[in-house]
Nanobody, 124 residues
Framework: QVQLVESGGGLVQAGGSLRLSCAASGRTFSSYAMGWFRQAPGKEREFVAAISWSGKSTYYADSVKGRFTISRDNAKNTVYLQMNSLKPEDTAVYYC?????????????????WGQGTQVTVSS
């Protein structure tokens, strides 16, 4: 079992930055690939970024490539999402997720555990 708790969301102006954190319970965090997804009101949940268990491989949605960076610290059981140059269309609830695989995965049905989400609101 893995429990995930996101933090770091909030209200920011367009062009600003936020860093989301996702703290994982359990001693096997390094065995999981991690990902970030988001869901805006009235829209389906969408992939944002993913990182392999080692941190050596990362993937990003085209909409955030060059602006967002996913990273992990296995010693702290934490995965991060640094979000720069935020846009109003980035407004959503952001979820972190864990997949019991070594590679980075981009589809939500491959993830085994999900956090409760953290709200990110970008004002124009």
């Amino acid at each position: 079992q893995v429990q995930l708790v996101e933090s770091g969301g909030g209200l920011v102006q367009a062009g600003g930055s936020l860093r989301l954190s996702c703290a994982a319970s359990g001693r096997t965090f390094s065995s999981y690939a991690m990902g970030w997804f988001r869901q805006a009101p009235g829209k389906e949940r969408e992939f944002v970024a993913a990182i392999s268990w080692s941190g050596k491989s990362t993937y990003y949605a085209d909409s955030v490539k060059g602006r967002f960076t996913i990273s992990r610290d296995n010693a702290k059981n934490t995965v991060y999402l640094q979000m720069n140059s935020l846009k109003p269309e980035d407004t959503a609830v952001y979820y972190c997720a864990a997949a019991y695989v070594v590679r980075a995965v981009t589809t939500d049905d491959e993830y085994d555990y999900w956090g409760q989400g953290t709200q990110v609101t970008v004002s124009s």
